[in-house]
């Protein structure tokens, strides 16, 4: 069993590197202990990502209702013959990570097979869904399942990924709208057009998410913290980016930072963390 299961996070590893070079950057500075965990969360959350997103000439309910069944049966046996899951399993059932996370989670990817717009409580369930609880597994892992320290830091990790979550939709409003017909801006349905206005709302609250988040993060362990940091940067430099140009801009191109730019960026993490402490953004 020990070979499949490190060829089980192997696949994992090669899944998230694949599909998000900014978060594997981050992974990759995290200390050895935590990068296997990590990487079978984000493999697995790729993989129903996937299910929604792009298998277009499939039975999207299907495939998903699929998965769920697969990932709660592995869980409760603690075997899958699907890699991805396999790791993913061996990780929830060490960190003890709460079933109701991945439910919520699974939900919020099944809303994407019937929504094109989201009313503000909806959107709220589905930003906790595809994002916050995302943070909170981490998190269950970083903590290495002490639900005492895990419960100090749980609103700034539901914060971080709701931030996370919002720029991603930014990002990629084009391609949301072109290939996916979906647009994540709350009661963008009550205007009937998406607008600057609209754009400046939710920029505001990812502010301050961002702002609320940063405490958090500087009390996580010492082996994630330059890694969950420099995710933050990157993210934070790419919120400055989309929230200079107007809506029209965002609907021509998808705003990027260089992966040049990302190595500079966790380099100026690295300095940040062993100078300043984390006392301040820049």
């Not at 309910?61 to 890699?83: G, H, M, V």
């Not at 060490?94 to 094109?116: G, N």
Request: with cysteine; net charge neutral.
């Amino acid at each position: 069993m020990e070979l499949y299961d490190d060829v089980s996070y192997k696949v994992s590893k090669l899944l998230t590197n694949k599909y998000s070079t900014s978060f594997s950057l981050g992974i990759k500075a995290f200390t050895s202990e935590y990068q296997e965990p990590i990487y079978a969360v984000y493999g697995f959350v790729r993989l129903a990502d996937e299910i929604v997103d792009t298998f277009h000439d499939h039975d999207k309910k299907y495939l998903l209702d699929q998965l769920r069944t697969e990932t709660f049966e592995a869980i409760n046996r603690k075997i899958s013959t699907n890699p991805i899951i396999q790791s993913f399993q061996l990780t929830v059932n060490k960190y003890k990570i709460d079933h109701k996370l991945i439910t919520a989670f699974l939900d919020s990817m099944e809303m994407d097979l019937t929504k094109s717009n989201y009313g503000r409580v909806v959107y709220d369930e589905y930003i906790y869904g595809s994002a916050e609880v995302v943070g909170l597994m981490c998190l269950k892992i970083f903590v290495k399942g002490d639900q005492e320290h895990f419960n100090t830091l749980l609103h700034s990790a539901k914060m971080l990924g709701s931030a996370f979550q919002k720029v991603n939709f930014l990002r990629d409003i084009k391609s949301d709208i072109d290939e996916r017909g979906r647009i994540y801006i709350p009661d963008i349905h009550s205007s009937g057009e998406i607008n600057d206005t609209s754009k400046k709302e939710l920029e505001k609250e990812i502010e301050n998410e961002f702002k609320q988040s940063l405490e958090g993060i500087f009390k996580l362990p010492a082996g994630v913290k330059l890694g969950v940091y420099s995710a933050y940067l990157y993210y934070y430099v790419l919120f400055k980016k989309i929230q200079g140009l107007n809506i029209n801009e965002l609907l021509k191109r998808r705003v990027r930072v260089s992966n040049s730019h990302k190595f500079i960026l966790l380099v100026k993490s690295f300095w940040k963390i062993k100078v300043s402490g984390l006392n301040e953004i820049y």
